[in-house]
């Protein structure tokens, strides 16, 4: 069993900053890829950022410049730092975990936090 307990979401102004936490816990062998999604009402869920184990990061082309994404293994916590936010980034953001066992790779998601940009 495996739990992601997301914080830092709210309401910010357009031009202001928010960072975003997932604490994953529980039976956790090994993590690998780490990620935030974003779903924005009557659209699709999206990828905004991922990160591998090794560090190698990878971004929406909406949020490059603005967002970072960032990992601490011995914390087994995953960030999203967001600045410059904008209207259109208001969303529910989830993170995404890959964690490896010797049975195999089980994906995870987190419950969801909400960011709302005011303009």
């Known amino acids: 069993q495996v739990q992601l307990v997301e914080s830092g979401g709210g309401l910010v102004q357009a031009g202001g900053s928010l960072r975003l936490s997932c604490a994953a816990s529980?039976?956790?062998?090994?993590?690998?890829?780490m990620g935030w999604y974003r779903q924005a009402p009557g659209k699709q869920r999206e990828l905004v950022a991922g990160?591998?184990?090794?560090?190698?990061?990878n971004y929406a082309d909406s949020v490059k410049g603005r967002f970072t994404i960032s990992r601490d293994n011995a914390k087994n916590t995953v960030y999203l730092q967001m600045n410059s936010l904008k209207p259109e980034d208001t969303a529910v953001y989830y993170c995404?975990?890959?964690?490896?066992?010797?049975?195999?790779?089980?994906?995870?998601w987190g419950q969801g936090t909400q960011v709302t940009v005011s303009s």
């Open positions: 995404n975990v890959d964690i490896w066992y010797e049975s195999g790779v089980n994906n995870y």
């Open positions: 529980g039976r956790i062998f090994r993590i690998n890829d």
């Open positions: 990160i591998t184990n090794g560090g190698t990061t």
